[in-house]
């Protein structure tokens, strides 16, 4: 302790140190599939993965919001540390799996921790049909049949035929 110059003896300080941080940065998002072999605008033949990209520092999971339909499988998230020293540029990657098949819709949002919401609209890249799409894997089933199967010497009937066609086809 000092003393000041009337004499007094300086009472020691109590001091209370509070760490705190500033962010003004909105979370981005980014989604990339991996198939994008899109048929008639939005059908798909095999699976498709949807690979989310959050770059935010302070990622909130509890107020990021996948909306697609149960059928999918999303995984957990994974923290990566990006270059900036306040972490800026940390991300944080979900996968979205669609292996079944169905007619799928997509859509996420974000928050992070200091109430930030995501930056403008996602960034899908080049993805085709990123927000609503089909997932059909199943061959069609064709069933033919006839009213008349009187058949002559192998192909010669003595009166008319109805043929009837039957498709099994979800799309």
């Not at 960034?123 to 927000?131: I, L, T, V, W």
């Amino acid at each position: 302790m000092g003393q000041g110059l009337d004499g007094n003896k300086m009472q020691s300080a109590n001091y209370i140190t509070r760490a705190f941080g500033i962010d003004v940065t909105a979370p981005k998002v980014k989604v990339v599939y991996d198939n994008n072999d899109v048929k008639n605008e939005k059908y798909f033949l095999a699976d498709r993965v949807a690979t989310i990209v959050v770059t935010e520092r302070n990622f909130n999971e509890a107020e990021t919001k996948i909306t697609t339909e149960q059928e999918a499988v999303i995984s957990g998230w994974e923290h990566a540390a990006g270059g900036a020293a306040n972490g800026d540029e940390d991300t944080w990657t979900c996968g979205v799996a669609y292996r079944t098949d169905g007619d799928y819709t997509f859509d996420i949002a974000t928050v992070d921790l200091a109430g930030n919401k995501m930056a403008g609209s996602v960034d899908y890249g080049n993805s085709m049909a990123p927000k609503e799409f089909v997932i059909d894997k199943t061959v069609p089933i064709i069933r033919i049949s006839f009213d008349n199967d009187d058949v002559r010497n192998g192909k010669y009937y003595n009166a008319g035929r109805i043929a009837t066609v039957e498709i099994e086809e979800h799309n």
